[in-house]
């Protein structure tokens, strides 16, 4: 089943990372209409595992493969400053695609991974968040929220990164929330696209690191 | 457990000698909490918390886990190693209460006075956050959220899977009552 889901709207498999305010369940008074009309479409919403993030109403589009070589990019990163992806080849490099600069889910997945940036460091992993913001925004976001890792300006030709890595959400303007690991050869070794509304945490990142150095990094 | 890309299940089991835990061993249903002493989302679900603990009184037991998130809450780091400190003098949830109870005031002069409220010898208690004697704890149990999928805090964990849903007192309580039922 293929459910396209209006706007920022919910899975059934959203973390409610902030409590309740992407809940398809209100805390309290009357539910969303549409997501009554959503639910009832669903199988046993109430028992829904995990599992339906990988399926059931999955609407997300499909990040290039494990295998593929990724895209060369070249973005700024302050007015500048340009990032370019060749730059680390020699060692795993981590994309975090992003909605937008300052929307609460994105500002927590950030905060998070500022916060484990150490452990990625262990694997010798560079980290790079893209997002179709400019570099003003960029700069503004970074310093406000504390993150000291790039923040790439996708800005122009607007969402041409994203749209490379196949996460570009055209009717948004935005891309997806979408992780990448890339290996030492560049080489595409592990992709994800997350509910946009949902912070995909930081473990998808270790394992593939890991599986990395388990599998020699070539 | 259903499988899933990365494990929405805890990782590091509950264990009674290392955790910090009220309530039975043998409860039908454990609640997990990784907090961070700052959060304002953690500061509401404080008071949730309790209600639920009264609700289900033996049957309920919670674990609180340090998950600070340090770029967003300066003083989270800070504030859960003295809920560590507190804790190897026999105070952990007395000071838990207190730092949920005064998020706004987490400063290091400020965590002393807790812990001279609470009746502990506030000079070594001061050093031990001065020289972050318990700052390994802290990260042991931020990186098991990390390994367990913790993507925000809090993130609640019943019996060891991770609750996706609301934490409101009545979605909150609907689940452990589910997980009650079934254990």
Known sequence: ?218 | MSTTEWGAVLTMPVADDRDHVQGPAEAAVTLVEYGDYECPYCGAAYPIIKEVQARMGERLRFVFRNFPISTSHPHAEQAAEAAEAAAIRGSFWQMHDLLYENQRRLRDQDLRGYAEQLGLDVEPFGKELDEHVHAARVHEDFMSGVRSGVNGTPTFYINGARHDDSYDIETLLAALERAAASS
């Open chain 1, 1 to 218: 089943m293929n459910v396209r889901l209006p706007g920022r709207v919910v899975a059934r498999d959203w973390a409610p990372v902030d409590g309740s305010q992407y809940s398809a369940h209100a805390t309290s008074g009357e539910r969303r209409p549409d997501l009554q009309q959503l639910e009832s479409k669903l199988a046993a919403p109430k028992e829904v595992d995990f599992e339906m993030t990988n399926t059931t109403v999955d609407h997300r589009p499909a990040p290039l493969p494990p295998g593929t070589s990724a895209p060369e990019f070249g973005l700024q990163s302050t007015p500048d400053q340009t990032v370019s992806l060749a730059e680390f080849r020699g060692q795993p490099v981590i994309l975090a695609f992003y909605p937008e600069d300052w929307s609460p889910v994105c500002s927590d997945q950030l905060a998070l991974y500022q916060e484990v940036l150490p452990e990625f460091q262990k694997f010798n992993a560079e980290l790079l968040a893209i997002s179709v913001d400019g570099v003003w925004s960029h700069l503004a976001f970074a310093k406000d929220r504390n993150l000291h890792f790039p923040l790439l300006a996708d800005f122009e030709p607007k969402g041409e990164v994203a749209r490379a890595y196949q996460v570009y959400r055209a009717t948004e303007g935005t891309s997806e929330r979408a992780l990448y690991v890339i290996d030492a050869n560049g080489i595409v070794r592990w992709s994800y696209v997350s509910p946009v509304g949902v912070n995909p945490g930081a473990e998808g990142i270790l394992r593939a690191l890991e599986s990395l150095g388990e599998e020699g990094g070539s």
